[in-house]
């Protein structure tokens, strides 16, 4: 698979300004604010690895008629002047006194008027990323002006993708496909977990990721307890089952699955589990077309992972991805999103092999019009095992 070219042309986001633009006159907004990496790569294309750094705020001005405004520190103005923003406003950050308030307060009052509504994310899944002190301050700066929920407007925008968000969605699946092939080569019994690990780290980044910042590394005697542990340096042994989890990015976006090794040999319990998280896959693909809700996938694996009894504490079976390495809608029993051609969606149903041990299987999909698809490339029932006997 070639790659696709970086980045989008400026008719991607003039088409998600019109879409938000035409959702924000129907939820009554004047203008949007935006702070979260995500979200603001959303409108303008800003790509950097400097969100590490918690110490400055980065705004973004949707205004309901016009082009977006950054207001932004100073060291960040360069790279977003590549993007297709034209109006960018900085301020020499960090500023203890006023950190960007009052830059961002004389954009909101004169793109949503002295009595405006400005709608900002405050739903599950989001977060504000400046100060709550500066958030108080801002209100106070504009009133009369209101700062209240977008209702999860923007959440909505982003659910749905284009097909260039798609294609470089499953171009990164194709590199972690390309890693997961190579594991043989690097994992067997007596292979330290670390090493492992780092190993993988090093195939992603040579099959074309541009970084991982997402890889989680159970391993235990046939299954394991959690889906998140890091690695440690316990050499692999006889009858574990190892699960490599990545969520690399490629040009921004997330792939978000994982594979199951078995260690030597797989006992009868491990591999029937392993089959039976094949088969809760092809349930939920067999559901997964526009109309059908969140909540419907859930139940179709879980009728096959616990037999119907309500899922597991890991709480979901599965998620929105994207720019994000999880994002909304949740497969868990009460989420209704109804399902639209263009969402991303994980599939991930966990199943307990033994008393304190489970095994959970990954796969990425996109829902067309007629149905599913692939975007990983899906695993074989039996479980591949590693450093076996002969």
């Given at each position: 698979?070639?790659?696709?070219?970086?980045?989008?042309?400026?008719?991607?986001?003039?088409?998600?300004?019109?879409?938000?633009?035409?959702?924000?006159?129907?939820?009554?907004?004047?203008?949007?604010?935006?702070?979260?990496?995500?979200?603001?790569?959303?409108?303008?294309?800003?790509?950097?690895?400097?969100?590490?750094?918690?110490?400055?705020?980065?705004?973004?001005?949707?205004?309901?008629?016009?082009?977006?405004?950054?207001?932004?520190?100073?060291?960040?103005?360069?790279?977003?002047?590549?993007?297709?923003?034209?109006?960018?406003?900085?301020?020499?950050?960090?500023?203890?006194?006023?950190?960007?308030?009052?830059?961002?307060?004389?954009?909101?009052?004169?793109?949503?008027?002295?009595?405006?509504?400005?709608?900002?994310?405050?739903?599950?899944?989001?977060?504000?990323?400046?100060?709550?002190?500066?958030?108080?301050?801002?209100?106070?700066?504009?009133?009369?002006?209101?700062?209240?929920?977008?209702?999860?407007?923007?959440q909505a925008l982003r659910r749905v993708k284009s097909d260039r968000e798609i294609a470089k969605i499953h171009?990164?699946?194709?590199?972690?496909?390309?890693?997961?092939?190579?594991?043989?080569?690097?994992?067997?019994?007596?292979?330290?977990?670390?090493?492992?690990?780092?190993?993988?780290?090093?195939?992603?980044?040579?099959?074309?990721?541009d970084w991982v910042p997402y890889l989680a590394c159970p391993c235990d005697a046939g299954g394991y307890a959690?889906?998140?542990?890091?690695?440690?340096?316990?050499?692999?042994?006889?009858?574990?089952?190892?699960?490599?989890?990545?969520?690399?990015?490629?040009?921004?976006?997330?792939?978000?699955?994982?594979?199951?090794?078995?260690?030597?040999?797989?006992?009868?319990?491990?591999?029937?589990?392993?089959?039976?998280?094949?088969?809760?896959?092809?349930?939920?693909?067999?559901?997964?077309?526009?109309?059908?809700?969140?909540?419907?996938?859930?139940?179709?694996?879980?009728?096959?992972?616990?037999?119907?009894?309500?899922?597991?504490?890991?709480?979901?079976?599965?998620?929105?991805?994207?720019?994000?390495?999880?994002?909304?809608?949740?497969?868990?029993?009460?989420?209704?999103?109804?399902?639209?051609?263009?969402?991303?969606?994980?599939?991930?149903?966990?199943?307990?092999v033994s008393r304190g041990r489970i095994l959970v299987h990954e796969e990425n999909i996109v829902i067309r019009?007629?149905?599913?698809?692939?975007?990983?490339?899906?695993?074989?029932?039996?479980?591949?095992?590693?450093?076996?006997?002969?």
């Amino acid at each position: 698979m070639n790659a696709p070219e970086r980045g989008f042309p400026d008719e991607e986001y003039r088409a998600r300004l019109r879409r938000a633009q035409s959702a924000m006159v129907e939820a009554g907004l004047d203008a949007l604010l935006v702070t979260t990496e995500a979200d603001v790569r959303y409108f303008t294309g800003f790509l950097t690895r400097f969100w590490e750094s918690p110490t400055r705020p980065w705004f973004i001005v949707v205004p309901a008629v016009g082009l977006p405004i950054a207001v932004i520190p100073s060291i960040g103005a360069p790279l977003m002047g590549r993007t297709w923003l034209h109006d960018v406003r900085s301020w020499r950050a960090p500023d203890a006194e006023d950190d960007g308030v009052s830059l961002l307060g004389e954009a909101l009052r004169e793109v949503a008027g002295p009595a405006g509504i400005v709608g900002t994310p405050m739903g599950p899944e989001t977060h504000l990323r400046m100060p709550l002190g500066d958030y108080a301050r801002l209100a106070e700066r504009i009133a009369p002006m209101r700062l209240r929920s977008d209702a999860g407007l923007v959440q909505a925008l982003r659910r749905v993708k284009s097909d260039r968000e798609i294609a470089k969605i499953h171009h990164a699946c194709a590199i972690a496909d390309r890693a997961f092939a190579h594991v043989p080569e690097i994992a067997g019994p007596g292979v330290p977990l670390s090493t492992v690990a780092r190993r993988f780290q090093a195939l992603c980044l040579e099959e074309g990721a541009d970084w991982v910042p997402y890889l989680a590394c159970p391993c235990d005697a046939g299954g394991y307890a959690d889906v998140i542990s890091p690695a440690d340096d316990r050499p692999l042994a006889h009858g574990d089952v190892l699960m490599l989890d990545t969520g690399l990015v490629h040009d921004g976006h997330f792939c978000d699955f994982d594979r199951n090794f078995a260690i030597g040999h797989a006992t009868p319990a491990t591999r029937d589990a392993h089959r039976r998280l094949i088969e809760a896959v092809d349930a939920a693909m067999t559901l997964a077309r526009p109309g059908a809700r969140a909540c419907d996938l859930f139940h179709a694996m879980d009728a096959i992972v616990t037999g119907g009894a309500g899922g597991s504490d890991t709480g979901r079976l599965g998620h929105g991805l994207g720019t994000q390495l999880t994002e909304g809608p949740s497969l868990v029993p009460g989420d209704t999103t109804r399902l639209e051609p263009g969402m991303v969606l994980t599939l991930e149903p966990g199943i307990e092999v033994s008393r304190g041990r489970i095994l959970v299987h990954e796969e990425n999909i996109v829902i067309r019009e007629t149905g599913a698809e692939f975007l990983s490339t899906p695993a074989a029932p039996g479980i591949v095992v590693l450093g076996a006997a002969g």
